[in-house]
Structures are given as C-alpha cells and as structure tokens.
Nanobody, 114 residues
Framework: QVQLVESGGGLVQPGGSLRLSCLVSGSISSIYVMGWYRQAPGKQRELVAVITNGNKTTYVDSVKGRFTISRDNAKNTVYLQMNNLNPEDMAVYYC????????WGQGTQVTVSS
C-alpha cells in the first residue's frame, strides 16, 4: 500500500515560514487529488489545501494568500509552502489523497510561538 511520510515541520515565530514535504511511496501520478490536512489539539482534522494532477489548487479561507500547495509527480512528493504563520496554524500537518485514504502518515508538527 501507499505510504505517506511528512517532514519539514518545526518551531517558527509568528510571521515566519516553513515548507512541508510529503514523500509518497509509490506513484502519486495515479492519485488525481492530493491534499494537506491539519489537526490542532482538541480539534478535528481539517482539510487545508488540495491540488489536482493538473495543478489546480484550492485552499481553505484561513490560509488563502499565505499557503501554497504544489506537487512533483516525478519525485512522488507534495509540498506545502507556509508563509506568514500565526498561532492559529499550529497543528500536526498530514498529507493524504482527497478523499483521504483509510490510513495516515505520522504527520509533522508545526509550532508557532514567540
């Protein structure tokens, strides 16, 4: 089965930037829509951004203009560039297909704090 390995999280000050990566074992070119999700403590997991195989992107309103999702099918990798981070962005970030597969990777923690 496909495995999902997220990386790139860390501690950043408000206003800072991070670039998340998601390496997918197996080809993502067959997965039409890939997405980034996040789950903050005590909250449900939410979809943040999606990208189609044709590179059409959609974002949740709270990240529009700050986050950019991209994919490199040749590298089986999906990215999430996050700029102007604020404390509300603090969460564990996951990548997955959309709709999501029945399993998830370990995620990568994003902490925004001064």
């Amino acid at each position: 089965q496909v495995q999902l390995v997220e990386s790139g999280g860390g501690l950043v000050q408000p206003g800072g930037s991070l670039r998340l990566s998601c390496l997918v074992s197996g080809s993502i070119s067959s997965i039409y829509v890939m997405g980034w999700y996040r789950q903050a403590p005590g909250k449900q997991r939410e979809l943040v951004a999606v990208i189609t195989n044709g590179n059409k992107t959609t974002y949740v309103d709270s990240v529009k203009g700050r986050f950019t999702i991209s994919r490199d099918n040749a590298k089986n990798t999906v990215y999430l560039q996050m700029n102007n981070l604020n404390p509300e962005d603090m969460a564990v970030y996951y990548c997955n297909a959309f709709p999501a597969l029945s399993y998830w990777g370990q995620g990568t923690q994003v902490t925004v704090s001064s």
